[in-house]
Nanobody, 121 residues
Framework: QVQLVESGGGLVQAGGSLRLSCAASGRTFGSYRMGWFRQAPGKEREFVAATRWSGGSTYYADSVKGRFTISRDNAKNTVYLQMNSLKPEDTAVYYC??????????????WGQGTQVTVSS
């Protein structure tokens, strides 16, 4: 089993920054894909960013490219999402995700509990 615990959400003004953290535990992660999804009120959960524990490429949704950066610290079993130039439309619950073959919530095997990010205009 995998446990994922997010932290770092909060309220920020438009143009501001936040960094989300996801601490993973429970097993070794090998080449697992790790990443972030988000869900705004009344909308489906959508892909935001992904990387692999073993390194390699990073992937981003078009809506966050150039503003968000995903990174990992294997020694701490933690994945981060640095969010800059935040916009009100980034407001959502952000979920850490592990082990997914496609960038769709339907293919995610492990979820964190979510952390709220609210961007005020």
């Amino acid at each position: 089993q995998v446990q994922l615990v997010e932290s770092g959400g909060g309220l920020v003004q438009a143009g501001g920054s936040l960094r989300l953290s996801c601490a993973a535990s429970g097993r070794t992660f090998g080449s697992y894909r790790m990443g972030w999804f988000r869900q705004a009120p009344g909308k489906e959960r959508e892909f935001v960013a992904a990387t692999r524990w073993s390194g390699g490429s990073t992937y981003y949704a078009d809506s966050v490219k150039g503003r968000f950066t995903i990174s990992r610290d294997n020694a701490k079993n933690t994945v981060y999402l640095q969010m800059n130039s935040l916009k009100p439309e980034d407001t959502a619950v952000y979920y850490c995700a592990a082990d997914f073959s496609r960038f769709s919530s339907d293919y995610v095997n492990y979820w964190g509990q979510g952390t709220q990010v609210t961007v005020s205009s």
